[in-house]
């Protein structure tokens, strides 16, 4: 990956992303960084980082597309987290038969 400098207004425009529900996926996808690097720039600005998992408003896709014959791992994909963190998403959202291999 080639190294992309943010200027300060974009990481100003990276941090209210942030805090207004961006995950540090969406943000690497959109200023061209790694989601490590959004994190470092969000240190920086001593912005706490949100736990890494599937974001609440990203379970009921998950649910369909797992429903609908994707595969744990493909969900994950999907939304730039582990087959294991859908996994216990769809256990917690009442999805039966997800549990294995989850741990």
Not at 81 to 97: E, F, K, P
């Amino acid at each position: 990956m080639t190294q992309t400098f943010l200027s300060p207004a974009q990481v100003d425009e990276l941090v209210a992303s942030y805090e207004s529900g961006a995950t540090l996926v969406e943000l690497g996808e959109r200023f061209s960084i790694h989601r490590r690097t959004a994190a470092a720039h969000l240190a920086r600005r001593s912005v706490p980082v949100r736990r890494r998992g599937l974001d609440e408003r990203h379970i009921a896709e998950a649910v369909e597309l797992y429903s609908g014959g994707l595969t744990l791992m493909e969900v994950g994909l999907r939304f730039g987290v582990s087959q294991q963190t859908v996994g216990r998403a769809l256990v917690a959202a009442g999805i039966a038969g997800t549990a294995a291999g989850v741990g």
